[in-house]
């Protein structure tokens, strides 16, 4: 799923939303601020229609430790200045953890994914955030302190032609460098943690704990019962080579070893849990080249 998020995968997207539930997803939205979708499977990549206002407000539930986020107009402004910034007294939406993961893959999906042209963009600053692309071009992405949305598109719904990091990222990163360079206190480096987090090493194809031979690792934030419990045994017959590989250092000649030691392995069928429950959706494509999303759920 976090593989899936960093990189806008649709038809997992679609299956995890199979998987949980439409009316439980559609529930949600609504506890977010979102108009309640329609109970279809494209719900989960965005069937109705939002404004920039109510998404700023969903994604604002996730840094603030998954409360509800209602916006307020500013009708005036006057001396002393009001600075509080979220109402502490909204409604629980989602646990403090959960917020905290959704931020932490969010946060993946700027470093490494397809919303990297905005990793490192202000300095200093912690991005977590989204992309979107569809007739139009989104970005939605927040600081510990700032959410901004930015959305790119024609009035009469024609076709952009651009993806959401195309069209609406650099307006994004524009916005927000140029806000927290005049107000500091809007950006910061980091999330808060909250308690229950636990920050685990885990190989990106399996899921489970890595080991040193792992090929690609990352790190990420899950509760104590999402965390994996074994260590990774699809690379475990690989030799050390005694180095880190970081995905943007290894010779090409390792990466090929890797790779074709890793078809073998996935030959043997060692697929995780998730990984199994993955491949309930499939695309089929018949003879002249039609492309069906086709899940075993339907
Ligand atoms: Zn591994």
Redesign the pocket.
Same mark, same amino acid.
């Given at each position: 799923m976090r593989n899936a998020l960093v990189n806008s995968l649709n038809i997992v997207t679609v299956d995890v939303a199979m998987h949980t539930g439409l009316a439980r997803i559609a529930n949600l939205a609504s506890h977010f601020g979102l108009p309640k979708p329609e109970r279809y499977p494209s719900l989960a990549l965005g069937t109705t229609e939002a404004t920039p206002l109510q998404l700023a407000a969903a994604y604002a539930v996730f840094v603030n430790g998954g409360r509800r986020v209602e916006p307020k107009v500013i009708a005036s402004v006057s001396e002393p200045a009001v600075t509080s910034t979220f109402n502490r007294e909204q409604p629980q939406v989602i646990s403090p953890t959960t917020a905290y993961m959704i931020t932490n893959m969010l946060k993946a999906v700027v470093d490494q994914g397809t919303g990297r042209a905005a990793r490192g963009a202000v300095n200093g600053t912690a991005i977590a955030g989204k992309t979107g692309t569809s007739r139009d071009g989104w970005f939605v992405g927040y600081t510990p302190n700032l959410v901004c949305v930015v959305w790119i598109g024609c009035d009469d719904n024609s076709q952009l032609g651009l993806t959401g990091a195309e069209a609406a990222l650099p307006a994004w990163t524009d916005f927000v460098n140029d806000a927290v360079a005049l107000r500091p206190e809007l950006g910061g480096r980091t999330f808060e943690c909250p308690e229950g987090i636990k920050f685990i090493e885990i190989? &990106?194809? /399996?899921g489970?704990i /890595?080991?040193l &031979? *792992?090929? %690609?690792?990352q790190l990420i934030a899950v509760t104590e019962r999402l965390a994996p419990n074994f260590e *990774?045994? %699809?690379?475990?017959n690989l030799p050390d080579s005694g180095g880190h590989h970081e995905e943007d250092t290894d010779s090409s000649v390792d990466r090929a070893a890797v790779a074709a030691q890793r078809r073998t392995a996935s030959r043997e069928s060692f697929v995780s849990m998730e990984l199994r429950n993955l491949k309930s959706t499939r695309v089929d494509v018949d003879a002249r080249g039609k492309r069906t999303l086709v899940n075993d759920m339907r």
């Open positions: 190989d &990106s194809e /399996s489970l /890595s080991t &031979s *792992c090929p %690609n690792r *990774c045994y %699809n690379h475990g």
